[in-house]
Nanobody, 126 residues
């Protein structure tokens, strides 16, 4: 069964950090670009970051640039999103998804992504 599973979410104070993981089972992530999306309460889902299959190309939404870092470890079949200097507006459900190709165009388009995880909740609050 092909599956993506996000983990690492939780409750953190403003200014804190979290590292999200996106692990694949049943298939190999290394052939795909991976996107991270988030959906804040009452808002539409938005693209946050993406990384190419090789890891050589990365993109970030302006709202997270300089604070978030996307990386991948193809040997572990896992992609990460390191989130630093978190703000209350970073609160939401974070999803990872596989792109149909090796590099994702920016801004991200959900239609270009096939497999999605179930999401992990991130709450930034004091």
């Amino acid at each position: 069964q092909l599956q993506l599973v996000e983990s690492g979410g939780g409750l953190v104070q403003p200014g804190g950090s979290l590292r999200l993981s996106c692990a694949a089972s049943g298939f190999t992530l290394q052939y795909y670009a991976i996107g991270w999306f988030r959906q804040a309460p009452g808002k539409e889902r938005e693209g946050v970051s993406c990384i190419s299959s090789s890891g050589s190309s990365r993109n970030y939404a302006d709202s997270v640039k300089g604070r978030f870092i996307v990386s991948r470890d193809n040997a572990k079949n896992t992609v990460y999103l390191q989130m630093n200097s978190l703000k209350p507006e970073d609160t939401g459900i974070y999803y990872c998804a596989t792109h149909w190709g090796v590099v994702a165009a920016w801004p991200l388009r959900e239609a270009d992504f096939g497999s999605w995880g179930q999401g992990t909740h991130v709450t930034v609050s004091s």
